[in-house]
C-alpha cells in the first residue's frame, strides 16, 4: 500500500451545549481531519481535536503541520505504519495531534486495503463492548449537575466524570458529594477531574473536604509541570489520582507512577496514534497504573471509532472509556455508534469501521 495523496481539513461543529472547563468553555469541535488515499484508491479517514491547553496546537496549527508532512509522506509505503511516522519525525518535532490524525487515517486506510479492523493491526481484539465515562458539569450549580447526572444514569450509564476545578475547592467538593450521594453506591464509577484547575493547596483541601465519599480517580488535580505537586496531592488522601494533560510520552507514565500516582488518562493527540496509545496502555499495565480511554472534547465519531479499536485492544480498561461526539450537534459518520444502556461497541468493519459522509465534511470545513 503506497500513499499517494494527504489531505488536511478544517472543520467546526458545534456542541449540543458549552462543556465549562477550568481554563476553558468549549462550545464546538475545532479539528483536523485527514483524508488519506492509496495508490489503490482507498481512503483512509483520521481525526485530531485541537487543544491549546493540552498540547499546544490550534487548528491552524495542526492543519500547517499536516500540510508540511503530506509531500514529505506521499510516495512512501504505508503498509509500516510505525516506520512512516518515524519518517514522519525527521521532517517535524512535536505536533503529537497532527501526526495521530495521519497515524489514525494510515490505520484505517491499511485496514481496509488488508480487509483487517484496525484493532486487529493493533495486537488483537480482547473485547467488543466498552463502559462509557459519561462527563457532568453544566456550569451551573449544584442543581442543574444532580439532574444531569441522574438523567444519563437513568439512559444507563454506570460511569461519572464530575468536571471540577472551576471554582472554589471547598464549593466543588460539595457539589461533588451532592451527585455522587444523588447516583447513590451501587456498581457505579464515580470520578472527578479538575483539568489543572487548583493549586498543590487548594486540590488537597477539595479531597479533605470530600470526607468519606469513594471516587474511584481524582484526575489533574494540579498544572501538568507540576510533578512534585501531584504527587503531593497523592499522598494527602486515599482516592487514586489520575494524570491527563501530564502525560505525553511513556517517559511521562513512568515519572508519574514514581511520584505515586495510581493512572491516567491515555489519548491519540497527546501521545501521537493509536499505536502510541496502545503502547502506553501496556506500560500501565506492568507498572499496575489503571487505565482511562478518551477523546479529546470535542472529537467526531470518526476519532471515536478509532478509539473503540484502541479500547478493544489494549490490555485493560480499568476507568472506561471517555467518547465526546455524542456532545456535537452533528457527526461526519453515516452509521452512527453502536451506544446502548451507557456501553459503546466496537466499530465494525475494516480500518477504524467509520463510513465518512464526505457532503457533511464539506458543509462543516472552514477556511484556514
Known amino acids: 500500500m503506497k500513499i499517494r495523496k494527504i489531505e488536511a481539513i478544517g472543520i467546526s461543529i458545534p456542541m449540543v451545549k458549552p462543556l465549562k472547563m477550568s481554563f476553558e468553555e468549549v462550545r464546538a469541535a475545532n479539528n ?58 525527521h521532517y517535524l518535532y512535536g505536533n503529537a495531534g497532527a501526526k495521530s490524525a495521519i497515524e489514525m487515517a494510515l490505520h484505517d486506510a491499511l485496514g481496509k486495503t488488508v480487509g483487517k479492523p484496525a484493532c486487529e493491526l493493533l495486537g488483537g481484539k480482547r473485547r467488543e463492548r466498552m463502559p462509557l465515562l459519561r462527563l457532568i458539569g453544566t456550569g451551573k450549580g449544584t442543581a442543574a449537575d444532580v439532574e444531569e447526572a441522574l438523567k444519563t444514569r437513568a439512559e444507563g450509564y454506570v460511569a461519572f466524570k464530575v468536571k471540577v476545578g472551576v471554582g472554589d475547592p471547598l464549593d466543588d467538593a460539595a457539589r461533588n458529594r451532592e451527585v455522587c450521594k444523588a447516583l447513590g453506591n451501587g456498581n457505579l464509577l464515580v470520578c472527578s477531574d479538575a483539568n489543572q484547575g487548583f493549586t ?33 496531592v497523592a499522598k494527602a488522601t486515599s482516592i487514586p489520582i489520575a494524570a491527563d494533560e501530564g502525560l505525553h510520552s511513556l517517559d511521562d507514565l513512568k ?16 501521545l501521537g496514534g493509536m499505536q502510541a ?33 484502541i479500547a478493544a485492544a489494549v490490555p485493560a480498561l480499568d476507568w472506561a472509556l471517555s467518547l465526546s461526539s455524542t456532545y456535537l450537534t452533528d457527526d461526519l459518520i453515516k452509521r452512527p455508534l453502536d451506544l446502548s444502556a451507557g456501553h459503546v461497541a466496537l466499530t465494525p468493519g475494516p480500518g ?5 459522509d464526505e457532503a457533511k465534511v464539506r458543509r462543516y470545513a472552514r477556511e484556514v
Open 255 to 270: 515519572r508519574h507512577h514514581e511520584v505515586g500516582i495510581a493512572g491516567g488518562s491515555l489519548k491519540t493527540i497527546k
Open 352 to 356: 477504524i469501521g467509520a463510513e465518512v
Open 32 to 89: 483536523v481531519l485527514v483524508r488519506l488515499e492509496t495508490d489503490g484508491g482507498v481512503v483512509g479517514w483520521g481525526e485530531a481535536g485541537s487543544a491549546p491547553t493540552m498540547t499546544g496546537e490550534t487548528l491552524q496549527g495542526m492543519v500547517a503541520a499536516v500540510r508540511h508532512l503530506a509531500p514529505r509522506l506521499e510516495g512512501r509505503d504505508g503498509d509500516d505504519i510505525a516506520a512512516v511516522m518515524e519518517h514522519a519525525g
Open 200 to 232: 498543590v493547596d487548594q486540590a488537597i483541601a477539595y479531597v479533605r473536604a470530600l470526607g468519606d465519599i469513594p471516587l474511584a480517580f481524582f484526575e489533574q488535580p494540579v498544572p501538568a509541570g507540576d510533578l512534585d505537586g501531584i504527587g503531593r
Open 277 to 309: 496509545v496502545v503502547a502506553a496502555a501496556q506500560l500501565c499495565e506492568r507498572l499496575g497504573m489503571k487505565v482511562n480511554l478518551a477523546c479529546k472534547m470535542a472529537e467526531t465519531g470518526i476519532a471515536a471509532s478509532a478509539m473503540t479499536h
